[in-house]
């Protein structure tokens, strides 16, 4: 599913314009994000918690050349589904 399709979508569930559906979602992944880049995690019930975690710096290869090339520490988003969710996609 594409964004444009989520969109359609939650306007005609929810019985609101395109537009509106589509600022809800924007405030929506903004949110998000202003809360992972802030350290703090952001919970659903059921259906899962977005986190951040540190990965360690490392050694990588070009694939093209074989050459090493280091790539640095980073704190990456993460996404844990919820109980309900893994249920639901298991039917």
């Known amino acids: 599913m ?7 979508k939650m306007a005609k569930d929810a019985g609101i314009s395109k537009r509106a559906a589509g ?3 924007k405030t929506f992944f903004g949110s998000v994000t202003t809360a992972l880049k802030k350290g ?4 659903f019930v059921g259906f899962g918690t977005f986190s951040t975690s540190k990965r360690k710096a490392r050694t990588g290869r070009n694939p093209q050349t074989g050459e090493a090339l280091k790539i ?20």
């Open 2 to 8: 594409t964004k444009d399709q989520l969109v359609t």
């Open 40 to 43: 703090q995690k952001v919970s």
């Open 72 to 91: 640095p520490a980073a704190r990456v988003p993460k996404f844990k589904a919820g109980k309900s969710l893994r249920d639901a996609v298991k039917k």
């Open 23 to 25: 600022d809800a979602l």
